[in-house]
Structures are given as structure tokens and as C-alpha cells.
């Protein structure tokens, strides 16, 4: 197989996350690490990116890599000889590196599993088809199954370059400005704020008049107030779950958009 664009384009450096992608379709997956934080990491070096075709160990000349289910049914399972022998060729004798299985019945994914992947010297995506592994593979491989939400994809690549882009801002020099990242929807246990830029009014509508004021103070507090609102409204269970990290202001924000909206708050959340 010809090496891929993500181990051409590299440079190497001593704080380089590892990560390796095996799939079917090779060519959309190295495409999508060629553009944005993704490629910017891998031309940095901050992300070693390979792609391996699955196809690679196909059992026969034929390349198949599935068969159908036993006990019949519909659809084709991925082979556990195809896509075991491709970890532990791709693993090699160093660092092993942890196993993702993209997997609507795994864990989900949130921010603070990005963070936890984020700090691991090396990733290793293993991503399905049709009607998923053969269930051997699992227990072979002992992956990490995890799950982007309650629905199901095509394929596992999506969902795995979705955990990697998502990662990928937690790395070192990754994204040019920390703040940005620091600040995100999730980072803090609240929805981000809205945003706007020019022009200042558009179809009647008006840019907030604090965000043209000029006090830092003034304009640091309104967006608090609006990652309160938004969160209360839209995912309350991201307050109840961050309650203990919160400061005194975002607690009493929080009580005060509550009587606003109307909102009856548990004992535990009214003191």
C-alpha cells in the first residue's frame, strides 16, 4: 500500500501524539486530516496521523475483510482474523497504544473524554462497517468503545475523526489562541455565549449595545449571563452536573435566570 498523505506530510517532535487510523475507505478519512486544527497539528508535528487500509489484510487475493452473520440477518460483519491481525501489525512491538472502537453502544463522548484521549501518547481508531465487527474483536483487542450519541453512522469513520478533531484542540500549540479553547461550550460546565461581528445591525437586527461599550467588565459579565441563560434552557442537566465547580456568581446567576423563567430549582441548588 502506498504510505498516506498524514505520514508524508510530518514533523516529528518529542511531544507528538500518535495516532493511527485503520478503516476501509482511506482516502476520505486522509482528506479531511489534510485540512484545518487536524492537518495544522500533523504539519506541526504535534499529531503523527497514519492511515492503513484495512484491505491490507484481507484473507484472500480477492480482498475480503467480511462475511456474512451467522444465525442469518441482514448485512455483512467485519472478519475478527482481518481486523485483529491489523492492531497488533499496526500496535508493533512499542508502545501499543490505546484501542478505539467507534461504537453507538460505548461510553459517550463528551469534552472531558477528548481530555482524558488528549493525554495519551498514543491513539489507535479502529473503525467498522456494515454491521460491525465480529464481537471476537472485542474481546481480542480490548478496545475502548465509545459513542458520538444515539443514532447510528455508516461507518466508524466519521465519528472517529469527530473524537480526533475534537482532541486535537486540548494539544499543545494545536489551536493558535488558548483562550478559544478555554472558553468553549462544555470547558467551563456551560454553553458558550453568543457571538457576533459586523455589520452592527442586519435586517433589523441590532448587535447587543454592551459588546460595542468598551467595558471589559461590563461586557465579561453579560456573556456570563448569556452562557447561564442559554444553559439553563437548553441543557439544564450540564448545571446540575457541574454544580460543585461553579463560582458564587455563576450560582447565583444561575437562581436568578431561574425566577426569571420561571424555573423551580431543587432544594440543594437554592442555597
Not at 484545518?36 to 484473507?59: F, N, P, Y
Not at 467480511?66 to 508493533?92: I, S, T
Not at 461590563?218 to 441543557?235: F, G
Request: with cysteine.
Amino acid at each position: 500500500m502506498p504510505t498516506s498523505w498524514c505520514s508524508i506530510h510530518r514533523v516529528v517532535c518529542s511531544t507528538t501524539m500518535r495516532c493511527d487510523i485503520l478503516t476501509l475507505f482511506p482516502a476520505p478519512v486522509e482528506a479531511y486530516l489534510a485540512v484545518g486544527v487536524v492537518g495544522r497539528a500533523a504539519v506541526s508535528g504535534t499529531l503523527d496521523l497514519r492511515v492503513h487500509d484495512l484491505r491490507r489484510w484481507a484473507i484472500n487475493r480477492y480482498g475480503q475483510t467480511d462475511d456474512e452473520p451467522y444465525g442469518g440477518g441482514p448485512g455483512m460483519v467485519l472478519l475478527a482474523p482481518v481486523v485483529v491481525r491489523a492492531v497488533r501489525d499496526v500496535q508493533g512491538p512499542g508502545e501499543p497504544g490505546h484501542v478505539v472502537l467507534p461504537d453507538p453502544r460505548g461510553r459517550p463522548f463528551t469534552d472531558r473524554v477528548a481530555r482524558e484521549l488528549a493525554a495519551l501518547p498514543r491513539l489507535l481508531f479502529v473503525c467498522g462497517r456494515y454491521e460491525g465487527f465480529d464481537d471476537r474483536v472485542r474481546e481480542l483487542i480490548h478496545g475502548d468503545e465509545i459513542s458520538l450519541g444515539d443514532f447510528v453512522l455508516s461507518g466508524g469513520e466519521l465519528a472517529a475523526l469527530a473524537m480526533l478533531d475534537a482532541l486535537a484542540r486540548f494539544l499543545p500549540g494545536v489551536v493558535g489562541d488558548p483562550e478559544s479553547v478555554a472558553s468553549d461550550s462544555f470547558a467551563t460546565g456551560l454553553l458558550d455565549h453568543p457571538v457576533y461581528t459586523r455589520p452592527r445591525s442586519f435586517e433589523g437586527l441590532e448587535v447587543p449595545e454592551v459588546l460595542v461599550s468598551g467595558h471589559h467588565e461590563e461586557v465579561r459579565r453579560w456573556r456570563l449571563e448569556q452562557a447561564v441563560r442559554v444553559t439553563l434552557r437548553r441543557r439544564p442537566d450540564l448545571l446540575w452536573e457541574n454544580w460543585e465547580q461553579f463560582t458564587d456568581e455563576v450560582r447565583a446567576l444561575v437562581r436568578a435566570q431561574a425566577a426569571a423563567d420561571g424555573i423551580e430549582l431543587a432544594p440543594k441548588f437554592q442555597r
